[in-house]
């Protein structure tokens, strides 16, 4: 887990907190793909995931930062453990030319937003432990709901 923080709902953006506010999922949580940066060691792009969990009136926040390929292989791990994924949006295409090309990193920023955000839509996602590993949350933190 990266840069641990807790703050008060009522500081984080207007947008992520209507993101928890309609959460179905117990304990409430927002996914929000942040941003994305290039990994010169490997030849990727790294998209950095903010993950928010609300506990009373607070929101644990850290960030974890994945890659594309890490990403596919989770959908691929959680897509068939699931019967009802109607919820669950079909998972970004892979480009192999042009992939590091800065309006495709961003198309694909979205398109993965769109993803991480219908995982909270399928029900029994989140208490599953591909889940919980893949997004480091802390497992503590599920228990106080």
Not at 27 to 43: A, G, Q, T
Not at 81 to 102: E, I, M, S
Request: with cysteine.
């Amino acid at each position: 887990m990266t840069n641990a923080k807790i703050i008060p709902l009522s500081s984080i953006p207007n947008v992520k907190q209507a993101q928890i506010q309609s959460a179905s999922v117990v304990p409430k949580m927002y996914l929000s793909v942040e941003s994305s940066e290039l990994d010169k060691s490997f030849n990727c792009i790294i998209y950095i995931i903010e993950v928010g969990i609300l506990i009373g009136q607070n929101v644990h926040i850290h960030q974890v930062h994945k890659r594309y390929s890490a990403l596919n292989q989770f959908d691929e791990l959680v897509r068939p453990v699931f019967n009802d994924t109607r919820n669950l949006q079909p998972f970004p295409p892979k480009k192999v030319f042009g992939n590091k090309d800065a309006e495709f990193i961003a198309h694909r920023a979205q398109a993965l937003q769109t993803y991480i955000l219908s995982l909270l839509r399928v029900p029994g996602m989140v208490e599953t432990l591909t889940f919980i590993r893949f997004f480091e949350i802390d497992p503590n933190l599920l228990n106080h709901a």
